[in-house]
């Protein structure tokens, strides 16, 4: 007999009842609707990754009554969430004596002069517990709080349990000047974009130059770039920008020397260091074919050592100690992490590396951290100066009026020998890392070998981590794109050692990361955009538009039941582009791209005519509705590659007859770029994110003479006429 839930026996045993009470999911539905239930091997290595043993029948009778008094032996949770603007019930753990209490010290230092209600509870719901009965009394929270992370203390008895108390908006509002007028931007991949002052990526002073650009040239209100989490401080780099070592700090690579106030004090002899140094890259901006992080890097660091080593005047290094100041004791992990990894090497997962061997406060880090104190304070003035330099850049976007600017990209996790995780390790989920299970693209499912946020240490902590994480996000920016926003409420943990397919969902309290969220965004007065492309349950998608986050429309995604969605018939309250950095660029798309770079990779499952020619059936359903909707001359179809740019720039005019509320437009469609940022399910078998930015004609395209490419000022019309 088919089924899809648990049965009351499977559900009853003591393993499951210890899964579902620690928020593991012991089954799920899958893609096709297909049932599956979790293993109990599986199930055993997640509840020990979360630090409760469940290897035996009594291990895990005592992990049960461990969870239970955890439960019980507080008077309230560790972390409370209150939506401003209506009452919120607190239920509190009383023995049936007990009258509690409760006062809100607010985030400011100040006490909360409102009223907290109690509700006594009449003890038939009482419970036994330690030789007392806990029944559920409540505390009744008011409207009036103010938004903000605050502290609930509660007494009763003899007993007193705080709380961190996190009180949100209901909903992140939509600034109605962006509704009136809806503002349209572009997608761009930093470091593809070259200067002929960059050192062979695109960095900080481009990116500022870009912003003002794009809003004076082509009057854009945002910029969408790739995630600028740090990355390892020597080479070799990690290309890929969603595997970083921190997302709490930023990716010092991308400074640019020369702007560096202190550079003014240097003299002849390390100017002319510098520009030797410079020069010995300078070429690696005209290469169209790979960018060479590694040789930009080896050039740039002893040039920042130079400027470094300089000295500050009074003034700056009051702001830089003011910077460590508010950054610590984050900002002195980090750098620890940076001088190790710099002295003692690449961490390796064999068991065998410092990362293993020692914590950030080990006898022996301190000893290194003693022996190398300039280049401990060099990673630390690093993160100063990226910072300095990338708030430059949203500084610049709004004075060139731009009403965004920088949206800035979240990624999903950290690499697991990290700093965040190296740093703070008791925050993270050892021996797990996150994926997906099987779908109709990757049969085995995806493992991206990330390890997860431990969510009872997320609600011990008040959620400390994720606030930190998002308020320094929003610091320079005036959006925020969540990469794989479900996992806000639902990670794949799989084992380690273990297959993709072989994990289970880990639930997280979506309510309280969505209320952090929503406190961060308006404190900001920004924009979150979700990433919720692909197998996202109904709910998820009704929880981000009550919480007015923005979902993800991409043109080539919008299908149903084999046949393409109108335009005007996509949700409003999304964010719509034609691709992502996943897919081909437009043109690459009309050329088939996606099956012949598949293909060429031997990641195709099905043989290559067969999905050829779902290919053509699919592009000839999207040309229908372009032709249909009056945006493409069906007679173009006859001669694609002699129609290429009016068939891209139909695309769009498709994108602009929708109500999205925001629209973004790829820097690659701009310019008639037809090679792949990033093809899922490979490393180093296709260079992903190592990509130039270059023309149809494969001709670089420097990031002075961008805005004024004919191809681009062309869809910049496009957009203008038809939006």
């Known amino acids: 007999m088919v089924h899809n839930t648990e049965s009351d026996s499977r559900l009853a045993r003591p393993l499951i009842r210890l899964a579902n009470s620690l928020g593991i999911s012991t089954s799920y539905i899958g893609q096709t609707h297909d049932y599956h239930e ?30 239970r008094a955890q439960e019980y032996s507080r008077l309230i949770p560790p972390t409370i969430l209150h939506i401003q603007g209506a009452e919120s019930v607190v239920q509190v753990n009383t023995t049936l004596l007990e009258s509690p209490t409760g006062t809100i010290t607010l985030e400011d230092g100040r006490v909360f002069t409102g009223s907290l209600r109690v509700n006594a509870g009449d003890g038939s719901a ?47 509002t939509f600034d109605r000047d962006l509704e009136l007028t809806r503002p349209w931007g572009w997608m761009a991949q930093l470091y593809s974009i070259r200067s002929s002052e960059s050192w062979g990526i695109g960095d900080y002073v481009d990116l500022a130059q870009l912003l003002q650009n794009a809003k004076r040239k082509t009057g854009a209100d945002f910029m969408m770039i790739n995630p600028l989490h740090a990355s390892e401080p020597v080479a070799p780099l990690t290309p890929s920008p969603y595997l970083p070592s921190s997302r709490n700090f930023l990716n010092f690579t991308y400074i640019r020397p020369e702007s560096i106030e202190e550079y003014n004090l240097l003299g002849q002899e390390s100017r002319d260091k510098i520009k030797q140094l410079h020069d010995s890259v300078r070429s690696l901006n005209s290469n169209t074919e790979r960018l060479d992080r590694d040789a930009m890097w080896q050039a740039k660091m002893p040039a920042l050592w130079t400027i470094f080593k300089a000295g500050r005047s009074f003034e700056r290094q009051q702001q830089f100690d003011a910077f460590r100041t508010a950054r610590d004791p984050a900002l002195t992990a980090y750098a620890t992490w940076c001088l190790a990894y710099d002295k003692w090497g690449e961490p390796t997962h064999d068991g065998s590396s410092w990362i293993q061997a020692f914590s950030v406060d080990s006898p022996e880090v301190s000893d290194l951290c003693s022996k190398y104190p300039d280049t401990l304070s060099f990673y630390e003035w ?124 880990v639930q997280y309290d979506a309510g309280v990361m969505l209320g952090i969220l929503a406190i961060e965004a308006q404190r900001a007065n920004g924009v979150v955009v979700g990433e919720d492309l692909g197998i996202v349950p109904d709910y998820v998608r ?41 897919m081909p660029p437009a043109s690459g798309y009309l050329q088939f791209e996606q099956v012949s770079l598949r293909s060429s990779l031997h990641l195709l499952n099905e043989p290559l005519d067969q999905v050829m020619a779902a290919a053509r059936i699919e592009q000839r359903a999207l040309m229908n509705v372009l032709v249909d909707g009056g945006w493409i001359d069906r007679e173009w179809l006859a001669d694609i590659p002699q129609h290429e740019q009016d ?44 990509i130039p930015l270059a023309d149809a004609n494969g001709d670089g395209v420097p990031a002075e003479e961008l805005f004024i490419h004919q191809r681009l000022q062309s869809l910049t019309h496009i957009m203008h006429r038809y939006c």
């Open 38 to 67: 979790a293993s109990d091997d599986v199930l055993i290595s997640i509840i020990q990754s979360m630090g409760y043993d469940a290897s035996n029948d009594e291990k895990i009778r005592e992990s049960l009554r461990r969870v």
């Open 647 to 690: 068939i891209v720039e139909g695309q769009y005019k498709a994108l602009c007859a929708s109500p999205c509320k925001l629209l973004a437009v790829s820097i690659a469609d701009g310019v008639g770029e037809g090679r792949t940022q990033n093809q899922p399910g490979t490393n180093n078998e296709y260079p992903n994110w190592r």
């Open 542 to 582: 009704e929880s981000l538009k009550s919480h007015g986050i923005l979902g993800c429309v991409v043109e080539w995604f919008e299908q149903r039941d084999g046949s393409f969605i109108k335009p005007e018939d996509w949700t409003p309250d999304a964010i719509a582009s034609v691709n992502t950095h996943d």
């Open 382 to 505: 690093l993160e100063w100066i990226a910072d300095e330099q990338y708030g430059d850049a949203q500084s610049s976007a709004r004075s060139a009026g731009m009403r965004i600017g920088i949206m800035a990209d979240l990624a999903v996790g950290v690499h697991a020998l990290g700093s965040d995780v190296w740093g703070s390790p008791e925050r993270y989920a050892r021996g797990t890392t996150v994926g997906a299970p099987p779908d109709y693209f990757n049969q085995q499912g995806q493992n991206w070998s990330q390890p997860p946020f431990e969510p009872h240490n997320l609600a011990q902590t008040g959620y400390r981590a994720y606030r930190d994480m998002l308020h320094h996000m929003f610091a320079h920016a005036g959006a925020l794109r969540i990469d794989h926003i479900l996992g806000l409420f639902r990670l794949w943990w799989i084992p380690s050692g273990r297959g993709a397919r072989d994990g289970a969902y």
């Open 126 to 172: 009482a419970v036994p517990f330690q030789g007392s009965f806990i029944t559920k009394t409540s505390i009744i929270l008011p409207v009036d709080i103010p938004v903000g992370y605050h502290t609930l203390t509660v007494n009763a008895g003899r007993r007193s349990t705080r709380a961190t108390l996190i009180c949100a908006p209901k909903r992140i």
